[in-house]
């Protein structure tokens, strides 16, 4: 739906790497890279059956205004789709249940650990979206020493026998890992995903869904024309959106084929040599962009789509809705913001839903500091800047019809917990983003001051993490306190020690360990307070940080 769909965008498209040091990948230009995509079935939908499993065997549809925005694979056998209406949803399948999917909050949550789970693994991962994720595994296959000699799940357009490896034994090692990583998605969040094996990330997407749901299908370099030549409208191109495919039309172009017969000077005439490029590319399945990992969001955003406001008093009570939540999230997220957002979408009946006009302007540092603080005040104060800049773009005393209002906080410090390069740090994030609001993670409102969640980040050498990484494997059991000693020594704990001491943890810390980082993250537990470990806990970070 546009709300959500808008919201999605807006926080993920800024969520783009603030930091040099994770960024080195394969070059994107080999023809040996080995990308995977993974995009979680019914997304929405999914998350609503853990928190309530007495939904699972029943068809759910998860609702955001008068439409379904996606169901269950229940609803589907019955005919229901993403994003049919509500009312047609219902005649296709009356017994539809349907859950209010607005509050983004739970989603969100899950689709973090998602990312934050695959970066414990594996550090180049690029978020999209709220349930897909790439990850660049061609370091991880080159590192296996066996090579496969069959794929795991499904080869695109090769059917029955096992498919010969051939020269192709990364792509079927990389088959071996995704379909390991979908175990572990699976076993530690209760999520069930597809994948997408190839060696870039166009086509890695374009094949992930061949088979739904809960599959995975890899794609050999020798039936990429294959792929292209049946995708059909210009629109399943990743990177193609409404503008670009209204632009490719008034060349005459609605298919990839179209696309990929048409001269490239003719492109590069219409869109410039870079895009030109970039679309003819496209069409071919051709990709050489990296997968880049994901930093802190450089932007917090939230908004809302609706028929009609055309009061000032109307906008300054969707304002301040918006506002009281977004100043919740903020406040969540530790860092303070310098700069105030507010975008609006007046009505056009002939460009519905690309209209967007913003304006700016920078926070005075006490208002931001009353943002992280949590102070109640806060919103009032943002929501007089937000008047202030909505009067620059609209005469409140003529008419006037606005469909949408955003407001975003932006030019954002690096994330807390951060130590060395005072670049973003990944996982701080994605700990502190994590919304206590009914989120299972232990409520972090009324915590007392002395038990506030605790952060630290490690930077670890090659030669740490390798030697850590050796002891670890020996190791099968480990308790809260030995993995807090063992980081505060920093000899014996290693990724999937920490896995596991997650797992013994539970919801009380958050753990993850790349090859250059460790980060930790423990949130507030009732029985920590009073407690001898709580208090070593903030000597060893005091001490680490
Ligand atoms: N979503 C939304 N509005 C849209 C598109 C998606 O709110 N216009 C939300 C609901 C989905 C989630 O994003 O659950 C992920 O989108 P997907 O397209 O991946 O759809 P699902 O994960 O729901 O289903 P599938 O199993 O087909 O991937
Ligand atoms: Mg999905
Ligand atoms: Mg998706």
Same mark, same amino acid.
């Given at each position: 739906m546009e709300n959500s769909d808008d919201n999605n965008d807006e926080d993920e498209t800024e969520w783009k790497t603030s930091f040099t040091d994770f960024t080195v990948g394969p070059n994107p230009t080999s023809p040996h890279r080995v990308i995977l995509h993974f995009d979680l079935d019914c997304f929405y939908a999914q998350v609503e059956m853990i928190r309530n499993p007495a939904l699972r065997n029943v068809p759910l549809g998860i609702q955001q205004k008068y439409i379904v925005v996606t169901c269950n694979y229940v609803a589907r056998e019955q005919g229901v789709t993403k994003l049919m209406s509500v009312v047609d949803a219902q005649e296709k399948c009356p017994q539809l249940v349907l859950v209010k999917g607005e509050d983004l909050t739970h989603y969100r949550d899950m689709s973090y650990k998602v990312t934050e789970l695959l970066m414990s693994y594996c550090h180049l991962v690029e978020r999209l979206g709220f349930d897909e994720n790439y990850v660049d595994v061609t370091e991880m296959v080159e590192k296996r020493l066996t090579h496969c000699s069959s794929f795991e799940g499904h080869v695109y357009n090769r059917s029955g026998v096992e498919t010969n490896t051939g020269d192709h034994w990364r792509l079927a090692v990389g088959s071996h890992i995704a379909a390991e990583l979908r175990t572990v998605i699976c076993s530690t969040l209760g999520l069930t995903g597809c994948a997408g094996v190839a060696t870039n990330k166009l086509l890695a997407k374009l094949v992930s869904g061949t088979f739904k749901p809960n599959q995975q299908t890899t794609l050999l370099p020798q039936d990429v024309d294959h792929i292209m030549g049946h995708l059909g409208s210009l629109r399943r191109l990743p990177g193609v959106g409404h503008q670009t495919s209204k632009r490719l039309q008034a060349l005459g172009l609605v298919t990839v084929q179209d696309l990929q017969l048409f001269p490239l000077a003719d492109l590069v005439k219409e869109f410039g040599a870079h895009t030109g490029q970039r679309l003819k590319n496209l069409s071919l399945g051709v990709d050489d962009s990296p997968v880049v990992p994901t930093g802190a969001p450089q932007s917090l955003s939230d908004e809302d789509s609706f028929k009609k406001i055309s009061t000032t008093r109307e906008v300054v009570e969707k304002t301040q809705d918006l506002l009281t939540i977004l100043v919740e999230r903020m406040q969540k997220d530790g860092r303070q913001p310098h700069t105030f957002r507010l975008t609006l979408r007046r009505y056009s009946a002939d460009n519905k839903w690309f209209s967007r006009e913003s304006r700016q302007c920078p926070i005075p540092n006490h208002i931001g500091q009353k943002v992280v603080s949590g102070s109640t005040d806060a919103t009032a104060h943002l929501v007089t800047m937000a008047m202030k800049l909505f009067n620059k773009m609209v005469d409140g005393s003529a008419a006037f019809h606005l469909t949408l209002l955003n407001v975003c906080f932006t030019n954002l410090p690096p994330a807390r917990g951060t130590v060395a390069s005072g670049k973003g740090a990944i996982t701080s994030f994605f700990t502190l983003g !994590? !919304? #206590?609001? $009914? !989120? #299972?993670? #232990?409520?972090?409102? $009324?915590? #007392?001051a002395h038990s506030h969640p605790i952060s630290l980040t490690l930077i670890l050498t090659p030669h740490l993490f390798k030697s850590i990484q050796t002891l670890f494997i020996k190791r099968n059991s480990l308790n809260c306190l030995l993995l807090f000693k063992t980081i505060g020594t920093l000899g014996t704990v290693g990724p999937y020690c920490l896995i596991q001491a997650q797992k013994i943890l539970r919801r009380k810390a958050s753990l993850v360990c790349t090859e250059r980082r460790l980060n930790v993250r423990i949130l507030h537990n009732k029985d920590m307070d009073n407690n001898k470990t709580h208090q070593k806990l903030i000597s060893l970070t005091r001490v680490l940080n």
């Open positions: !994590s !919304s #206590p609001r $009914n !989120s #299972p993670i #232990p409520s972090q409102t $009324n915590v #007392p």
